[in-house]
C-alpha cells in the first residue's frame, strides 16, 4: 500500500535561513503532490501542488521540487521567519478511485528569532 | 467569504450518547470528506463523498456514518461514541480542476472528547 514518509523530529532553524523539509513516499507513482501548513487547533491550509512532469515550483519564498526517480519532494523556505512556524504537510492522491488526497504526518517547523 | 464551516467547535460528551458534527461549504464543491487527527498519528481520512448521494470508506471508517444528501453540507454520526473516538477532527471539501488534481478546504476543526 501507498506509504508517505516526513521527518516526525521537529525541525529547528535560526531566522533568516533556509528550511528544507522532506517527503518521502512509496510503492505508488502520483500524478501530483501538495504541501499544506497547519497551524496548531487549525485546518490545514493549501500551499503549493507540483505535477508529476515539473521539477520545481515557486511561490514566493517558497519552493518545492519533485523528483520521481527517488520518490522524494522537497519543500524549501527561503529567509524564513518565525511567523513560519507551523506543521507542514505533503499529500498525494492515493492510488485508483478516489481522487482526494492522503497526508503524511507532517513535520512541525521551528523558525528562532 | 468562500469557507467550510463545521459545528460545533467543541463537544464533551459520554460513552453511547449519538452525537453529529455538521459541515458545510459553500464553494460548491463537489468533494467532501472527513478526516481525524490524533498526535503521532497524523490525518487519516475517515469517509469521503464524491458527489450527492455517493460516499465511500476511507482508512478508518468504523464507528462513522456519514449521508450526503445535498451538495453542500456533509455531517459525521457517531451512533455509538466511545473513548477512542476522542480526536479532532476535520471536514474538507475540494475542488477538481481538472480529473487528477485536488485541493483541500479545510474547516476550522471539532475537538471531541468522548467519557
Keep these: ?113 | 467569504e468562500a469557507q467550510v464551516t463545521q459545528n460545533p467547535r467543541y463537544l464533551i460528551t459520554v460513552t453511547g450518547k449519538k452525537l453529529t458534527v455538521t459541515c458545510s461549504q459553500n464553494m460548491n464543491h463537489e468533494y467532501m470528506s472527513w478526516y481525524r487527527q490524533d498526535p503521532g498519528l497524523g490525518l487519516r481520512q475517515i469517509y469521503y463523498s464524491m458527489n450527492v448521494e455517493v460516499t465511500d470508506k476511507g482508512d478508518v471508517p468504523e464507528g462513522y456514518k456519514v449521508s450526503r444528501k445535498e451538495k453542500r453540507n456533509f455531517p459525521l454520526i457517531l451512533e455509538s461514541p466511545s473513548p477512542n473516538q476522542t480526536s479532532l477532527y476535520f471536514c474538507a471539501s475540494s475542488e477538481r480542476d481538472s480529473p487528477v488534481q485536488i485541493v483541500q478546504f479545510f474547516g476550522p476543526g471539532t475537538r471531541l472528547t468522548v467519557l
Design chain 1, 1 to 113: 500500500s501507498q506509504k508517505i514518509e516526513q521527518n516526525s523530529e521537529a525541525l529547528n532553524i535560526q531566522e533568516g535561513k533556509t528550511a528544507t523539509l522532506t517527503c518521502n513516499y512509496t510503492n505508488y507513482s502520483p500524478a501530483y503532490l501538495q504541501w499544506y501548513r497547519q497551524d496548531p487547533g487549525r485546518g490545514p491550509v493549501f500551499l503549493l501542488l507540483i505535477r508529476e512532469n515539473e521539477k520545481e515550483k515557486r511561490k514566493e519564498r517558497l519552493k518545492v521540487t519533485f523528483d520521481t526517480t527517488l520518490k522524494q519532494s522537497l519543500f524549501h523556505i527561503t529567509a524564513s521567519q518565525p511567523a513560519d512556524s507551523a506543521t507542514y504537510l505533503c499529500a498525494l492522491p492515493p492510488p485508483g478511485g478516489s481522487y482526494i488526497p492522503t497526508f503524511g504526518r507532517g513535520t512541525s517547523l521551528i523558525v528562532h528569532p
